[in-house]
């Protein structure tokens, strides 16, 4: 069993003969395909811009500092994405656990204010998924989206719960690490979204 | 030796009840019994995409014919196109990958066997998915390609575009997973010295194809996203009256749809690519540049979708540019064809049934790409669109090009996957029957597009002149069928009472043929050493320059294999890929399945993930 113990310490099954981490590499193959996925969705989005036959239109309904602050929630997110890894590097699963929670928590207010504005969309201007090209283009591109972030939080939670019943640990550095992959990604396209859609007139 | 006898595949190590066997072929994680998974599914779904053909053959056949009215004629032919691009064409090509990538690069397994296992499953449920549309009376009918807004709910209300929509979408997750995989598995998983420009051919032009399988799949993703959007939730994507435009489908479609061609064709490519220098005991002409011409097939195969739209109108500067890109792709298409014949020049040639079918891709590859390079000009793009001269072209470049590669393939990997040999006379009378029959099926219909046949029609009238060759068509189609009876008889005799493979019955160059066939369940017993692109040949023959053949190693020890350390069976991906079928297809019965096999998958993925983590004592990692 010993011998064992040593040959795998040496040998790590999940590291290729490049010396990167299958699973990080199989998260960044994932990416790669997701930003054609976006790309596609704001392509459609800018195709269509302007061509709605029916208001309301885009700046009737944006609520830029709301949006400012959600765009906000996240880029901070990703910041407490860096600390938790950081922490977690060394050895500090208390701290990790707590910063994990709390980017979960900053991607789960994003989520609850798209949530708001939605809601804000539907009931007080009217616009929904059949109004119009620019409803249907809009809430399906920022939908999926919001979806993303969704999945990014449970993924988040279920860390966090790892990490309070003591299953996280240094070992455990670069499961943390692709969830950030991950995270900062879905962070990124926001970016995109907020400029192309929101800022730009 | 005695020692690793009994690991060799043949000798049963343990005795399962039958159950015991299904269970175990339901939860592998071989990445060889995947591919054997692959390929006999594939194979079934060959079949039935092949007899709807036939039937469509029969009501071709003759003028004002009535064996199915004009409805089940359009069933037939969309769901023989998605049934042999998706279903079984990608899937062949699939079983390749799963069975012969890891063994080509001298691995022991893929990056990720369970997440190999979960893309076969999801593969298999969304290809049911599809075809049990049958049995409700409602198969897809709105053409492979399903242009926008005939398949809105105004044009299609019934199911029938539900069923397509929701299998392609559960496909593409199967195919995207894959490519995550394979991606990975070639970058990652190389025996040591085998840098990328020692690579297998094969291994290479698979290198590309899953590029292209994660990059386009997503461009469908959203078109079919979209499209359910249109046909569950009132959004107006494809809907002019509210300002949406169809194009937008054609143009997402084709950014998918271009690519997808080379995802069907480089695996074929790369298959000759091996097949040509094993029979003409030479290396591959110029190999380098075999490989770079497939990368810039990959890449321009972004480029050139909207030749697939010159009749829609996109004005003469699009035109102009789709055009010339077109035809540029044609140049690393011909440069490759020149190798292959290189490879052939001045070889010490064997005849064996894998080297026909692979000289009958090249010579049927080459008819489909010059109608191809007619298509690149607009204005006779003009005159063959939605002709049969165009069912001819991409029947030349999909069935002579992928399917006789396919084929190839299996003959010259068969004794490897089985252990046992093919006869060579059966594998003859079916390579002659299907080139014969392939010719007399499509040759005639260029002849028929060009005088005006349109595809997709399900009856003519007798005086136009297309009677004759459209009964020579039929004919040969039947002679294919019968073609494929030969196969079939060839490969359950084999099984039953086929020679005996030995480790390498070809004299052939790639790692592969230097474990025993079928290989055991961990491979290599060594992680090999690679040295060069053809390193078996070279270990076997020395470098035809003087150098000596490398000396034999030393028997493998029964600690060896021991110590080797193959991942365990799981159930999660198969009970995942229903609980993700049952989601989705919630959506052509109720909500409430929707929302329980959505918690279902949401929960068996948290599964899925953690029966790795800190797993019970004995799995060390």
Known sequence: MADHAVAHAVHDPNIGNTGLDNRKMGMWAFLGSDCMFFGSLIGTYLAYKGKSISGPLPHDVFDIPLTSYSAALLLASSLTMVLALAALQQSRVKAAGGWLFVTAMLGLHFVLNQVYEFTTFVLHHGLKLSTSLFGSSFFVLTGFHGAHVTGGVIWLLILVSLAMRGQLDARDYTKVEITGLYWHFVDIVWVAIFTVIYLIP | ?621
Do not use: C
């Not at chain 2, 995802?263 to 540049?289: D, H, N, Q, W, Y």
């Open chain 2, 1 to 621: 030796m005695a020692t690793q006898a009994a690991f060799m595949p043949g000798t049963k190590v343990e005795t399962l009840t039958f159950w015991g066997t299904v269970a175990s072929w339901l939860t592998t994680v071989d990445h060889k019994r995947i591919g054997i998974l692959y390929g006999t599914s594939a194979f079934i779904f060959f079949l039935v995409g092949g007899i709807e053909a036939l039937i469509m053959r029969l009501q071709l056949a003759r003028p004002d014919n009535t064996l199915v009215g004009a409805e089940r004629f359009n069933e037939l032919f969309t769901m023989h196109g998605t049934t042999m691009i998706f279903l079984a064409v990608m899937p062949l090509s699939a079983a390749f990958f799963n069975y012969m990538i890891p063994l080509l690069i001298g691995a022991r397994d893929v990056a990720f066997p369970r997440l190999n296992a979960l893309s076969y499953w999801i593969f298999l449920s969304g290809a049911l998915l599809l075809n049990s549309s049958w049995l409700f009376g409602m198969a897809p009918d709105g053409g492979w390609f399903g242009y926008a807004n005939l398949t809105t709910t105004q044009f299609s209300p019934r199911h029938t575009i539900d069923f397509w929509m929701l299998g392609l979408q559960i496909l593409g997750i199967s195919s995207m997973l894959a490519g995550f995989n394979f991606l990975v598995t070639i970058i990652n998983m190389r025996a040591p010295g085998m840098t990328l420009m020692r690579m297998p051919v094969f291994v290479w032009m698979s290198f590309v194809t899953q590029f292209l399988l994660v990059l386009a799949f997503p461009a469908i993703t959203v078109a079919l996203i979209l499209l359910m959007f249109d046909r569950f939730f009132g959004t107006l994507f494809y809907a002019p009256a509210a300002g949406g435009d169809p194009l937008l489908w054609q143009h997402l479609f084709w950014i998918f749809g271009h690519p997808e061609v080379y995802i069907l064709i480089l695996p074929a490519m790369g298959i000759v690519s091996e097949v040509l220098p094993t029979f003409a005991r030479k290396p591959l002409f110029g190999a380098p540049v075999v490989i770079y011409s497939g990368i810039m097939i990959g890449f321009f195969g972004f480029g050139v979708w909207s030749h697939h739209m010159f009749s829609v109108g996109m004005g003469p500067v699009a035109d102009a540019a789709f055009s010339v890109s077109t035809m540029l792709i044609a140049v690393p298409t011909g440069v490759k064809i020149l190798n292959w014949i290189g490879t052939l020049w001045g070889g010490s040639i064997r005849f064996r049934t894998p080297l026909y079918f692979a000289l009958g891709f090249i010579a049927m590859f080459t008819m489909g790409g010059l109608s191809g390079v007619m298509h690149a000009s607009p204005p006779v793009d003009l005159q063959q669109t939605d002709s049969y001269f165009v069912v001819a072209h991409f029947h030349y470049v999909l069935f002579g090009g992928s399917i006789f590669g396919l084929f190839g393939g299996i003959y010259y990997w068969w004794p490897k996957i089985s252990g046992k040999m093919l006869d060579e006379r059966l594998g003859l009378w079916h390579f002659w029957l299907m080139l014969l029959g392939f010719n007399m099926t499509f040759f005639p219909q260029h002849y028929l597009g060009l005088i005006g046949m349109p595809r997709r029609i399900y009856t003519y009238a007798g005086d136009l002149g297309w009677n004759f060759w459209n009964m020579v068509s039929t004919i040969g189609a039947f002679l294919i069928a019968v073609s494929l009876l030969f196969f079939i008889a060839n490969v359950f005799r084999s099984l039953r009472s086929g020679a005996v493979a030995g480790n390498d019955p070809w004299d052939a160059r790639t790692l592969e043929w230097s474990i025993p066939s079928p290989p055991p369940v961990y491979n290599f017993a060594r992680v090999p050493q690679v040295q060069d692109r053809d390193d078996f040949w070279l270990a076997k023959h020395g470098d035809g320059h003087g150098g000596a053949p490398r000396p034999k190693a030393a028997p493998v020890t029964a600690a060896e294999i021991a110590a080797i350390h193959m991942p365990p069976t799981s159930y999660w991906p198969i009970v995942l890929a229903i609980a993700l079928t049952v989601m989705v297809s919630g959506l052509l019965i109720s909500t409430y399945q929707i929302i329980i096999g959505g918690l279902a998958t949401l929960v068996l993925m948290y599964k899925f993930a953690m029966e790795l983590h800190r797993p019970a004592s004995g799995h060390g990692h």
